[in-house]
């Protein structure tokens, strides 16, 4: 299979060579950055595989921060066990964003688009009203176990990654062909004995559960939590990452979390200015490159090849 | 092959012979203060090919919405197989086998050919190879097989056309509701397609309901037609019967002879 497909192959090297990178190097600083990439990656392609059903999901946030939030309440409040209260995130978000999926999912586009954004800021005034959840201040002291302690940045990074290969697998099997026929046009799966809504709430809920695990993940990275980490601003951020990358392969929003990552890093000094920045990153990216980087090299490629054949 | 078979290829007459597979009782369809479907009742009978004709905005297409389960009727009963399907979702209905193609927009149009047909697929065939071998079957059937890699918004009209047919062949239909297939189609085109819906009929054993504007091609190849003005009922019989009626003239020409 890897044969056949060299880029599967290099996107593999990558992430063992960022998991080796996360177990080997002595700086925490440059092994954090590491960790935000694939993070933001994750954030990234969760909310692409919502846009496989066409539909923009703002509550990736909503979900990512559910995630992060069982965790930290699995572990600081429940005390359980490191990874059960990892797996609890997904499980969550899951079993949540099939509630939402199955109520909202029946409308779509602008609607759709609204609900999850209200949904998203309604979830994080709950938890800014819930003393338990420390109000607005968040949640703090979500460490992974001290044996485990030197190696929870590559388990981190290897989690993440996971995610990143579960995603791409879905999408290359027959369901995430269905699921862009139903982009297409959802009246034609319907005409054959697809069960249209209920395949849209699927996949919902396969975004959400991972982006639920990227959460539990991101609580034990951070340790401290708080309301403000999960405003509708995470999910613009994603699409930011997704139309600088490209929409049209899961490398896009991939290469688009790496770059503005890395740039996010340059950027901190801006302070509040940095928020412009990536809004015009991505006003700029929609005028001018519609199909992202991904999308400028499949043209660049096309481009040669006619040139070649034609004038 | 046994002789109701064979009698099913040479001429026939059997508007009420095989049993009965759909039947429609005093449908009605309203939006807003429009009717457009009003007390039309009528039955499809295994193995025929039933044509279902009228004017521009004659409910047809209406018809067959509500029939497939994309939208409910306002009123009336619909029963499918000796099950009443009257509030039957789109997807319970299609999986029961009535399959129906749509007037426009009746593709995947950024996907590929086989794309479109494996989507049609995925219901009853679970394993990538089967789904792929039904996917090649199908697009022999309807002259596909060379264009399996193109996008179907690049194909010919004419092989667009086909792939719709395809798309619901593939969805093993017992019942299939053909929405003006012949559209725009040249002649030859026109030909192949009343041959492979013969052949749809008498070697796949699927009973067919055609809206169709085409009179010539109506009048060649239905057992019995419908026809509908304004949501109703106008007249129903043998395509002989149905040209020579005065009201289903009169319906179409806007005066009488
Ligand atoms: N969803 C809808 N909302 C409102 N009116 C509709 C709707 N669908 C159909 N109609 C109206 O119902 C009437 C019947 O339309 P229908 O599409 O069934 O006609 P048709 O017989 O298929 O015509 P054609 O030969 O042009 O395809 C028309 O007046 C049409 O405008
Ligand atoms: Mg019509």
Redesign the interface.
Known sequence: MLKSNPGLALCILIAIGAICFALFSGDPYYVQVVIWVFANAALAVTLRFVLLIGELNIATAAFFGIGAYTTAVASTILGWPFFISLLAAPVIAGVISSLFGWITLRTKGPYFLLISFAFTEIVRLIYTKTEALGGNSGMIGMFPPMELDAYFPAIAISILAAILFGLYAAERS?LG??F??IK??E??????????IGLKILCLVIASTAVGLVGGVHAYTNSVIAPADFTYFVAVLALAYVKIGGEGHIVGPIIGATILTLAGQFLHSFGPYENIFYGAIIIGALLLVPGGIVGLGVRFKAGTLMGRAGR | MNDTQTDTLSGYNKSSEGKILLKAESLERKFGGLTAVADFSFELHEGEILGLIGPNGAGKSTTFNLISGFIPPTSGTLSFLDQNITSKSATYISRMGLIRTFQHESLLSEMSVADNIIIATTHRLKTAAARQEKMREMAKLTGLEDYLKVTASSLPHGLQRMLSIAIALAAEPKVLCLDEPLTGLQGSEVKAALDLFEMIRSELGITILLVEHNMRAVMRICDRILVLNHGRLLAAGTPEEVSQNDLVIEAYLGHKK
């Open positions: 027959n062909r269905v862009k026929a297409n046009n009246d034609i799966p319907r005409s054959v004995g697809l069960n249209v």
